[in-house]
């Protein structure tokens, strides 16, 4: 792998890792090492000073409860996060 986007270092992307990665429906090699991803991930799931801003709405394929980072529009459809992978792979 080339060296980590963030911090420079050298690293592996493991096999266990990289099913995983694939399994959550990633289509591309990451260009970040794991601690530099976590690290990411927590900064961008922080709570902001304008609060949460996610919004309930019903999935359109399963039916479920499922909470979104967006306002969902009028006549279009939202999935929750499961149903979004499974359409997007089938794609």
Same mark, same amino acid.
């Given at each position: 792998?080339?060296?980590?986007?963030? $911090?420079? &270092?050298?690293?592996?992307?493991?096999? +266990?890792?990289?099913?995983?990665?694939?399994? %959550?429906?990633?289509?591309?090699?990451?260009?970040?090492? !794991?601690?530099?991803?976590?690290?990411? !991930? %927590?900064?961008?799931?922080?709570?902001?000073?304008?609060?949460?801003?996610?919004?309930?709405?019903?999935? @359109? &394929?399963?039916?479920? &409860? @499922?909470?979104?980072?967006?306002?969902?529009?009028?006549?279009?459809?939202?999935? $929750?996060?499961?149903?979004?992978? +499974? +359409?997007?792979?089938?794609?």
């Amino acid at each position: 792998m080339p060296p980590c986007r963030s $911090c420079g &270092e050298e690293w592996t992307f493991s096999v +266990l890792e990289q099913a995983l990665f694939y399994e %959550k429906g990633h289509r591309n090699d990451p260009s970040r090492c !794991k601690p530099c991803r976590e690290e990411r !991930k %927590k900064r961008s799931t922080r709570q902001d000073d304008r609060g949460d801003t996610r919004h309930q709405v019903e999935c @359109a &394929e399963c039916g479920e &409860e @499922a909470h979104v980072p967006f306002v969902p529009r009028p006549g279009r459809p939202v999935y $929750c996060r499961q149903c979004f992978l +499974l +359409l997007r792979r089938s794609g």
